[in-house]
């Protein structure tokens, strides 16, 4: 749980760099008051950021006190008070938007993935997430990804070996690219994305831990489901969407991978008010 937050205060401090760059003209014409505002919530979401957020007030001032009534991963509800903050008018002002654009991200990404997560209920199929994440806020996204039920794939280019289409041409075929991935590093799991059912076999043969199934379609899912029989586990990808999510999931396949949960998102709507 921890590796989710490393770059935390990173994050932040860029992000109040980009806002206040030489300094808040605005808050230079406050007095220096202790001040208190409450943040609540407009619609219903699944709660992601509570770290970032406090973070953002942290930096600016040490001092400032948040109270929480409800943690990350719960269910929200419109209208719904989710924290006090106190503390001095310049940091709560100053902080208060980079605050909850963490917070409106986070909480999309993790409500969105909840979403997918729901509509396979019942199956035994995991929701994963992928690479295509906002630059600079990786492991804050898949951190959200985790708040929503969803499971993580590799981190990185560098913690697990994922050869695709590209790298099996440059390498000349699967089995020269799974050779070459397990001579570089052999306690590395290797998962290869297939296109075709004879690449499957072809994987299969090069004792993968794990298939890519990419864009096929439903009777090639069954097919493949059937010809590895349990033997390595497989990952669908490509053309998912809610409306079609349970039927890919029913074929049987271990994980469907979702761009859209950590590109396409919906900022879910809070605000800050001085009491």
Partial sequence: MDNFF???ATNVQCALAEDIGSGDINVELLARDIITAQLISRESAILCGTAWFEKTFKQLDETVKIAWSVKDGDNISPNQTLCTITGTAQALLTGERTAINFLQLLSGT?????RYVKAIAGTSARILDTRKTIPGLRRAQKYAVYCGGG???RMGLYDAFLLKENHISAAGSITQA???ARNYAHNLPVEVEVETLEQVKEALDAKVERLLLDNFSLAQLYAAVNIVQGRVE???SGGITLENIQAIAKTGVDFISIGAITKNILAIDFSMRVI
Avoid at 110 to 114: D, P, V
């Fill in 6 to 8: 490393v770059d935390l």
């Fill in 110 to 114: 993790a409500t969105e993935t909840q």
């Fill in 151 to 153: 499971t993580n794939h």
């Fill in 178 to 180: 799974v050779v070459a």
């Fill in 234 to 236: 497989l990952e669908a």
